[in-house]
T-cell receptor
Framework: GENVEQHPSTLSVQEGDSAVIKCTYS??????FPWYKQELGKGPQLIID?????GEKKDQRIAVTLNKTAKHFSLHITETQPEDSAVYFC???????????FGSGTQLTVLP | SAVISQKPSRDICQRGTSLTIQCQVD?????MFWYRQQPGQSLTLIAT?????????ESGFVIDKFPISRPNLTFSTLTVSNMSPEDSSIYLC?????????????FGQGTRLTVV
């Protein structure tokens, strides 16, 4: 089955700096890669996703890149703000969002 | 996006008892899933809730321990049976496809279960 590895497990950045979280996956059949943000006491919130026919996708301060050859994808957050502090999860699926395999999560702390 | 409501939001239960968690969506959805998130850990898929038929369970999860119902396209329940402290986790309902153009997965706020 699919295995998703996520790094780093914790990340601290100064407000205004950029943050990058990286994930690798094992199943070459995976073609859908979402990112979720989970704040304390809440369910995961979808923040951005990318499909295998696209190499990069941006939404304001958030971007995701995908390298299918190397089987890795990354989340980039620019101009970080304290409200970006949360746990971020990457995931992979062989088809849409039906069978999501999640990474282990990254605790992002943005220091004011 | 669809509005997903889970009940209860949290509970403290005695070992050996069972708890049923409800997931209600404000629109019809194609697929509903149940995930477990152990303390400080990632999300693990328990099963896919199938409307009108038995749920499809992932490796390591069985129907006797986690019976699931899905009587219609907007509602599902997960029961955690014969609970032990190891069942203390957050249980999350997830839905996909409330319109033909929506294929992303969205999550409820979760049910935080503590077994004592």
């Amino acid at each position: 089955g699919e295995n998703v590895e996520q790094h780093p497990s914790t990340l601290s950045v100064q407000e205004g700096d950029s943050a990058v979280i990286k994930c690798t996956y094992s199943d070459s059949a995976s073609n859908y890669f979402p990112w979720y943000k989970q704040e304390l006491g809440k369910g995961p919130q979808l923040i951005i996703d990318i499909r295998s026919n696209v190499g990069e996708k941006k939404d304001q301060r958030i971007a995701v890149t995908l390298n299918k050859t190397a089987k890795h994808f990354s989340l980039h957050i620019t101009e970080t703000q304290p409200e970006d502090s949360a746990v971020y999860f990457c995931a992979a699926s062989p088809g849409s969002a039906r069978q999501l395999t999640f990474g282990s999560g990254t605790q992002l702390t943005v220091l004011p | 996006s669809a509005v997903i409501s889970q009940k209860p939001s949290r509970d403290i239960c005695q070992r050996g008892t069972s708890l049923t968690i409800q997931c209600q969506v404000d629109s019809q959805v194609t697929m509903m899933f149940w995930y477990r998130q152990q303390p400080g850990q990632s999300l693990t898929l328990i099963a896919t809730a199938n409307q009108g038929s038995e749920a499809t369970y992932e490796s390591g999860f069985v129907i006797d321990k986690f019976p699931i119902s899905r009587p219609n396209l907007t509602f599902s329940t997960l029961t955690v049976s014969n609970m032990s402290p190891e069942d203390s986790s957050i249980y999350l309902c997830s839905v996909v496809g409330w319109s033909p153009m929506n294929t992303e997965a969205f999550f409820g706020q979760g049910t935080r279960l503590t077994v004592v």
